[in-house]
């Protein structure tokens, strides 16, 4: 009989190297490519300052929330298997209510910025042989709304996945893929600055036309920083794949100390080269704003990464939205055949397949409306700012000082409580002016 943990779950054998590996690859992803545009919005000193802050605050939340795996005790109580469950025992129903919908509806956003995200690297490919072919001053003009609808369609037959059991081979390349992307970007950006023989930039960063405008610019780059660290969301899933002893909260801050500091030391370099590159010209994407023509195929190579990363990413996204909408219809409407009835279909050459109306349906129905989203408003630094923001209050500081204050019951005025309900508020002020910002930039967007 297979060994078992205190739980009755199969025996956990993930170590502080394997949790380190879930924390990267779920951290550098699109995000990164805005990141040196948001530097050049801060300037040479907000810019890597902010990179640094947003490490601290996001280990900080990291640190709070690995103390929260078990309840009462951090060490030997009950187990909290994701964030939701952890929130519901230390906070109650209410507050699990809101937590799901700021959790769901983020994940919802993710996958419209997927959208957008592939549809700007298909359009680039296509931007970049184009020059190649008729020379850097070409129009070399495309559409992106034929990849967007192109990019759904690929998602509705990808979504029929059954659930996140059955794509573990799809979170790995995707995880690839994210990295060499990455890699490219920081690499293209190094050679560049070696090929102007300076460093471009200024302390104040790109000029605005006004000092209001400025400000919306500097804001909305808070937001798209934000949406690139925390990770909070799946802390408590990354911990529960960890052995004890050592305790799981113990094994879970030393990884989040060591991937934090990796992560942060590539933002820094690809933000900053980037910034180092391009000075005010630095584009909103770094691999589609064509700062880089050359070689035109790394950068073609980089681009069709970033398309088959997201291809996997929008399921990673969306499959916990999809479990959770037919679980609680199956439970509200348990005799309807629609909703519960599985039927058999077998294609020629292919395994039969076991499809369900409902899930058909509203599958469907959930990508055409990410996609409609996205045909809607393609701004891609914008989009990541709003989501960015939305996320980082409520589910990286929030929740997370909430439940330390519950599990260690902390009482009021006291001079932890203080410094933490302090931490909370400028946390709060960050998100508010994010999300100002990166509103402001849709509708200036969508306006002009």
Not at 168 to 195: D, P, Q, R
Request: with cysteine; glycine share 8%.
């Amino acid at each position: 009989m297979a060994a078992s943990d205190d739980d009755g779950h199969p025996l956990r054998t993930g170590t502080l190297w394997s949790c380190v590996a879930h924390i990267i690859t779920a951290v550098i992803s699109s995000g990164v490519l805005s990141l040196a545009w948001s530097a050049a919005q801060l300037g040479w000193i907000a810019g890597p300052v902010s990179f640094l802050c947003f490490a601290i605050v996001t280990y900080v939340s990291a640190f709070l929330l690995s103390n929260c795996y078990r309840s009462p005790d951090p060490v030997t109580g009950t187990r909290n298997y994701s964030y939701m469950h952890a929130v519901r025992v230390n906070l109650g129903k209410t507050q699990t209510w809101f937590c799901g919908l700021l959790q769901y509806l983020s994940l919802y956003g993710t996958g419209v910025a997927c959208v957008i995200t592939t549809s700007t690297s298909m359009r680039a490919i296509q931007r970049s042989n184009c020059y190649h072919r008729e020379g850097h001053k070409a129009s070399c003009e495309y559409g992106d709304t034929i990849y967007m609808l192109l990019f759904g369609a690929v998602q509705i037959v990808m979504s029929q996945i059954p659930d996140f059991h059955n794509m573990e081979w799809l979170s790995v390349i995707a995880a690839i893929m994210s990295f060499t992307y990455s890699f490219i970007g920081f690499g293209l950006g190094v050679a560049k600055v070696i090929e102007n023989g300076s460093i471009k930039g200024s302390i104040t960063g790109v000029s605005a036309s006004s000092t209001a405008n400025k400000l919306w610019l500097a804001f909305q780059a808070l937001g798209d920083i934000a949406f690139a660290y925390p990770y909070s969301i799946i802390v408590l899933e990354i911990q529960d794949t960890l052995k004890s002893p050592p305790p799981e909260n113990k094994t879970m801050k030393k990884a989040s100390m060591i991937s934090i500091f990796i992560t942060t030391f590539f933002y820094l370099c690809c933000g900053c080269f980037g910034y180092a590159a391009f000075g005010n010209d630095t584009p909103g994407n770094l691999l589609t704003g064509f700062g880089f023509f050359e070689p035109y195929w790394l950068v073609d190579l980089a681009n069709a990464c970033v398309v088959l990363h997201l291809v996997g990413g929008y399921q990673i996204y969306s499959q916990p939205v999809f479990a959770f909408i037919e679980s609680w219809s199956s439970r509200k409407f348990p005799s309807s055949g629609f909703v519960n009835n599985f039927h058999t279909f077998k294609p020629p050459l292919f395994p039969p397949l076991h499809i369900n109306l409902f899930r058909l349906c509203f599958r469907t129905a959930y990508v055409v409306s990410t996609t409609a989203l996205a045909i809607v408003f393609p701004y891609f630094n914008q989009v990541l700012g709003v989501l960015g923001a939305l996320n980082f209050w409520p589910l990286a500081i929030y929740f997370p000082v909430e439940m330390y204050f519950v599990q260690k019951k902390i009482g009021a005025w006291t001079r932890k409580w203080i410094v933490l309900r302090t931490f909370s508020f400028f946390c709060l002020l960050v998100t508010i002016v994010g999300l100002i910002g990166s509103i402001q930039g849709i509708i200036s967007a969508k306006l002009g």
